[in-house]
């Protein structure tokens, strides 16, 4: 039985006399506060939201804020909703926690026949990660074989302007198509609508239309592949531009210490700077790292495409032990077999997402500008990171250096730049120099 759900646990009332105080500001005479007496959170503040909404002013219900529990929703649902930009997640770990009985998302609709082939392969999968478990490999890695289907729980808190959209896109969007998607889709619409009712109805007779991504036509049984990484675009001479920046900013001289504009606490010159990479061939478990970064732009193709290639990470706790590996590669091999046999049935490739694992490998293209590269690399290159995305981190890094190296040698784990913030948690190996291995 699906019981995902999609619930709004925080809501401040009170918000609208401040929705409806921003929409009056600008036109009125009065300080903050006069205009925030005036607004009594009533109908009459509703209608003006309303209008001035409709007149395209979307910025003045920013002010109203949600906290959402996605309550056992499917890890696939779980993708969807982490990739709105501008929202704040906290998600169960997989690399920590236990989810053997975590339990799974099934499809609404399916057929008897679908069913139980769906059914047979989810548990199968389970029960390879148990075993995998069972014979010493990691949590972390153990979770390669869970499908996308798995159950997940996170909280999310959002703006109203960002939760519009999200609704939008969940019920007439990308997300149209996904019964899931849709139904939490509608949960959440019946929930805004008691604070603002029309809001949504009125966004969705605007809403554009959107051409989604095709999906595969086909299940291919795929094989272990390394990720790796392109440069697809940068600046032509990044220290040049630097020098033009901060000499505009007055800040640094030009050609100054680089490590001292890398380790600068406010260096806004260094969002002028944007840089494209292909990241080839990561898990779905890590996309999911990427997705985390709220300061950058990321295409991410559709789940079905990671299952279709078939293509899949391999650990090398699963790689050192031979029963492991046996167990491993046959879920993959497995489960392209079920996909198949699920849309000879008549399934639809939307619902063959939820047989994609997250060992599955994708393609994804992340663009960033300089200064979130820094906070990325702090992160994402430190022993402490979760192997594969610090592999796939390192050879971005690279990338980089090898273009400039006078630039980017500054560029490392956060250890590079002073004393570890892991606190009790540090490796206890911190880095002298990014390049010193």
Same mark, same amino acid.
């Given at each position: ?13 009170? &918000? ?22 005036? #607004? ?14 409709? #007149? ?36 169960? #770990? ?19 026949? @679908? ?33 996308? #289907? ?36 509608? @949960? ?50 990044? @220290?040049?531009?630097? =020098? ?111 047989? &994609? ?32 995305? @610090? ?41 002298? =120099?990014?390049?010193?291995?």
């Amino acid at each position: 039985m699906n019981k995902s759900r999609a619930i709004i646990v925080v809501s401040n009332e009170d &918000a609208l006399r401040v929705v409806a105080s921003s929409a009056r500001i600008s036109t009125q005479q009065g300080t903050a506060m006069e205009i925030y007496d005036k #607004s009594k959170g009533d109908e009459k503040d509703l209608r003006l939201v309303n209008k001035v909404l409709a #007149s395209g002013h979307k910025s003045v219900i920013e002010h109203q804020t949600f906290g959402i529990a996605f309550d056992d929703v499917s890890v696939l649902v779980e993708q969807f909703v982490i990739e709105c930009r501008l929202a704040s997640f906290t998600v169960k #770990s997989r690399r920590y926690v236990d989810f053997s009985e975590a339990g799974f998302v099934a499809p609404e609709g399916l057929t008897e026949a @679908q069913h139980a082939c769906f059914d047979a392969a989810m548990k199968a999968r389970f029960a390879d990660y148990e075993q995998l478990m069972a014979l010493g490999v990691p949590k972390e890695d153990a979770r390669f074989v869970l499908p996308y #289907s798995l159950r997940s729980n996170f909280f999310m808190t959002v703006d109203a302007r960002e939760l519009i959209g999200l609704i939008c896109a969940m019920l007439y969007g990308r997300g149209k198509g996904f019964p899931e998607v849709e139904a939490l889709g509608c @949960q959440l619409k019946e929930q805004f609508d008691r604070l603002y009712p029309g809001v949504i109805d009125g966004e969705a007779k605007r809403y554009p239309h959107y051409e989604p991504m095709p999906l595969p036509g086909e299940i291919k049984a795929g094989a272990d592949r390394a990720g790796d990484a392109e440069l697809i675009d940068a600046p032509k001479d990044t @220290q040049g531009f630097l =020098n033009a920046v901060y000499g505009f900013t007055g800040r640094f001289s030009a050609g100054g210490d680089s490590l001292a504009r890398f380790t600068d606490a406010r260096p806004r010159e260094m969002e002028m700077l944007h840089y494209t990479f292909k990241v080839k061939r990561v898990s779905l478990a890590c996309v999911t790292h990427f997705t985390r970064h709220r300061m950058v732009s990321l295409l991410v193709p559709p789940v079905s495409r990671a299952l279709a290639e078939g293509d899949y990470v391999l650990p090398e706790t699963v790689k050192a032990i031979p029963e492991a590996e046996a167990i491993y590669r046959r879920a993959f091999e497995d489960q392209a077999a079920a996909a198949k046999e699920a849309l000879a049935l008549g399934m639809s490739m939307e619902d063959a997402s939820y047989f &994609a694992m997250s060992g599955h490998q994708l393609d994804l293209m992340i663009s960033m500008n300089l200064r979130e590269m820094i906070h990325f690399m702090k992160l994402r290159t430190c022993r402490r990171a979760q192997w594969e995305i @610090q592999g796939v981190a390192w050879k971005m890094l690279k990338l980089l250096v090898n273009r400039e190296p006078e630039v980017f040698t500054h560029l490392g784990p956060s250890c590079v730049y002073g004393p570890c913030p892991e606190g009790r948690m540090s490796c206890g190996h911190p880095y002298k =120099n990014a390049w010193e291995e």
